[in-house]
């Protein structure tokens, strides 16, 4: 007869600032007893519906990525069970792959990977000529340019201006994707020879085995020692910049002073506290900065405003507006003198 205790959830028992102290070799998680296997499967019937009968094997690891020598897929840690990902978006302000739809561009990007490490694509003239060598080695950053239509638009900040195998692994996501209208939605630019080679070099892969299916897992979760909170130290510190000032007198044109009534008004900090994950999602879009870059940005904002003791004097929506775009002209200012950190 069942006693009627419920077994404690693991996860249960630690708090954020618990979790973070764990190492990721202590985290009881396995990607077989998660929903991502859904996201898995999906990918796999994507591909043969293709006719690409390799399936690239994936594994959980602390972020997105393809190894250059290994056809699988290192999956972050976070997305295999819900608290993970809210410290994940706790700690660095975003998550990558986080919806169903982000996930599944994310899963094809590294297929693309996959897929050319599989079959050895990267030897081939023709797939040079077209894309660059694959092989050369990566910049710590780059400059992308918006308006450059020899490229696809898969992922954001505009990636696969990055490097050529980013090209390719961009250019074969949108080839993957089903009911992918890449014909029309690319006609009369550049990057559509790119797709057409991409749509030829694929059926001939079609029912072939690969040169290459090593099956070896590269950083799992068991293996990593580090603890999370080490791992977030690393990240901010990767993907952080010095971001410019932000000058009283601008935020002083975005809010008021306290005039000093005595009146409960909304104060400018509590505001930006408010809709500050919105923001950094609108702003990034717009800039091409990361989200961790632009929540800087807002909490310097915050802590000025707070000192300067600036209250708000307008309708939300406008007021967020007005911010929006004066962050996103803040970034780009800064970005003029740097290139994008290389991400994936």
């Not at 028992?13 to 985290?27: I, K, P, S, T």
């Not at 029912?207 to 603890?227: C, E, Q, V, W, Y």
């Not at 919105?278 to 879009?285: F, G, Q, Y």
């Not at 929540?295 to 507006?321: F, G, H």
Request: net charge positive; proline share 5%.
């Amino acid at each position: 007869m069942a006693s009627g205790r419920r077994k404690k959830s693991f996860w249960s028992g630690y708090d954020y600032d618990e979790l973070l102290e764990l190492r990721f070799a202590d985290l009881k998680i396995k990607l077989s007893e998660t929903p991502l296997t859904y996201h898995i499967q999906q990918l796999y019937d994507e591909l043969e519906y293709r006719g690409i009968s390799f399936k690239p094997h994936c594994w959980l690891s602390d972020e997105w990525f393809s190894p250059d020598s290994i056809p699988g897929i290192a999956i972050p840690f976070y997305l295999a069970h819900p608290k993970l990902t809210k410290l994940e978006a706790k700690q660095v302000y975003e998550v990558e792959g986080g919806t169903d739809r982000s996930c599944m561009r994310l899963l094809r990007h590294e297929a693309g990977h996959a897929i050319c490490t599989a079959y050895q694509l990267g030897r081939r003239k023709k797939l040079k000529r077209i894309f660059g060598n694959l092989n050369k080695p990566y910049p710590d950053y780059y400059r992308p340019n918006p308006r450059s239509k020899n490229y696809v638009m898969h992922l954001d900040w505009w990636y696969a201006q990055s490097h050529p195998a980013e090209d390719f692994a961009e250019t074969f996501a949108i080839w993957l994707k089903p009911r992918s209208r890449w014909r029309k939605d690319y006609k009369d630019w550049p990057v559509l020879k790119k797709l057409e080679y991409m749509d030829e070099l694929m059926q001939t892969l079609a029912g072939k085995r690969p040169l290459n299916a090593k099956r070896k897992f590269i950083d799992p979760i068991s293996m990593l020692k580090k603890t999370l909170k080490e791992h977030y130290e690393e990240k901010r510190s990767h993907y952080s910049v010095n971001v410019p000032q932000v000058y009283d007198s601008e935020l002083i044109r975005l809010f008021r002073r306290d005039n000093g009534s005595g009146k409960r008004e909304r104060s400018a900090a509590a505001f930006l506290r408010a809709y500050k994950n919105e923001l950094c999602a609108i702003c990034a879009r717009g800039s091409g900065m990361y989200p961790y870059d632009i929540a800087q940005i807002l909490q310097d904002m915050i802590v000025r405003c707070r000192e300067l003791k600036l209250k708000i004097s307008r309708m939300d929506e406008d007021l967020k507006t007005d911010v929006a775009i004066f962050v996103v002209l803040q970034s780009l200012n800064y970005r003029q003198r740097i290139s994008h950190r290389i991400a994936i």
